[in-house]
T-cell receptor
Framework: KNQVEQSPQSLIILEGKNCTLQ??????????LRWYKQDTGRGPVSLTI?????NTKSNGRYTATLDADTKQSSLHITASQLSDSASYIC??????????????FGAGTQVVVTP | SQTIHQWPATLVQPVGSPLSLECTVE??????LYWYRQAAGRGLQLLFY??????ISSEVPQNLSASRPQDRQFILSSKKLLLSDSGFYLC????????????FGNGTRLTVT
C-alpha cells in the first residue's frame, strides 16, 4: 500500500479561483514533507518543504500546511493562473541516518487551470 | 549554480535493442544521484540511487542497470529493452542533508515499439 495518498487525482479550476490539494501519509518516523510542481514533459521542481515543527509555509501564491498529528498536508493555490496547470506531487521523507532519506512519493494531483 | 543535464529528451527504440541514458550534474561535488521512472498517471518509481562513484543500489529488480563512472555522471542502461520499459525516465541529484530537495533533469520519454 502506498504510504503517501493524494487527492483529488485531478481537478479543473477557473483562472483566478483558489484550490486546495490534499496529501495524507503513513510514513513513520517522519522527517519532512515536500511539495513539487511538475509541468508536462519536465522534471518536478520543489515548491516548499515542511518539517515536523512547521504548520504553515508560503511560497508566493502557494501555501502549504502540515498537521503532523493527523499526518495530513495541504497545498493551497491562491488566485490561480494558467501557468499553475501542472501535476503537484507530495513527497514524504522518513527519518533516519541514511542520506538519501527514504523518500515516499504520492501519485500527484493533476491541476488544469482554464481561462 | 548547480545544473543537471539529461539526454536524449525523447527516444523510440525497438524491443530487444540496447539502451543508454546519460545524466550529468554541474556545480556540485559528490551528489547523491537517482534514476526514477514515471508511468502515465502514476507516481515516481525509484530505480537506482548512488551515493558515490561505483556505488549503485537497485530498488526494483528488472532488466535495467545503472553505472556511475564519474562523480557527476550517472548512466542508465539495458541490454535488451522490453515493451514494459516504456515510460518517462528522470535523473535527479540531491545534497547529503535529509532536507535537501531533489533536483530533477527534464527527463527522457522512452517508447519501446
Amino acid at each position: 500500500k502506498n504510504q503517501v495518498e493524494q487527492s483529488p487525482q485531478s481537478l479543473i479550476i477557473l483562472e483566478g479561483k483558489n484550490c486546495t490539494l490534499q496529501c495524507n501519509y503513513t510514513v513513520s518516523p517522519f522527517s519532512n514533507l515536500r511539495w513539487y510542481k511538475q509541468d508536462t514533459g519536465r522534471g518536478p521542481v520543489s515548491l516548499t518543504i515542511m518539517t515536523f515543527s512547521e504548520n504553515t509555509k508560503s511560497n508566493g501564491r502557494y501555501t502549504a500546511t502540515l498537521d503532523a498529528d493527523t499526518k495530513q498536508s495541504s497545498l493551497h493555490i491562491t488566485a490561480s493562473q494558467l501557468s499553475d496547470s501542472a501535476s503537484y506531487i507530495c513527497v514524504v521523507s522518513a527519518g533516519g541516518t541514511d542520506s538519501w532519506g527514504k523518500l515516499q512519493f504520492g501519485a500527484g494531483t493533476q491541476v488544469v487551470v482554464t481561462p | 549554480s548547480q545544473t543537471i543535464h539529461q539526454w536524449p529528451a525523447t527516444l523510440v527504440q525497438p524491443v530487444g535493442s540496447p539502451l543508454s541514458l546519460e545524466c550529468t550534474v554541474e556545480g556540485t561535488s559528490n551528489p547523491n544521484l537517482y534514476w526514477y521512472r514515471q508511468a502515465a498517471g502514476r507516481g515516481l518509481q525509484l530505480l537506482f540511487y548512488s551515493v558515490g562513484i561505483g556505488q549503485i543500489s537497485s530498488e526494483v529488480p528488472q532488466n535495467l542497470s545503472a553505472s556511475r563512472p564519474q562523480d557527476r555522471q550517472f548512466i542508465l542502461s539495458s541490454k535488451k529493452l522490453l515493451l514494459s520499459d516504456s515510460g518517462f525516465y528522470l535523473c535527479a541529484w540531491k545534497g547529503p542533508s535529509v532536507i535537501s530537495p531533489l533536483h530533477f533533469g527534464n527527463g527522457t520519454r522512452l517508447t519501446v515499439t
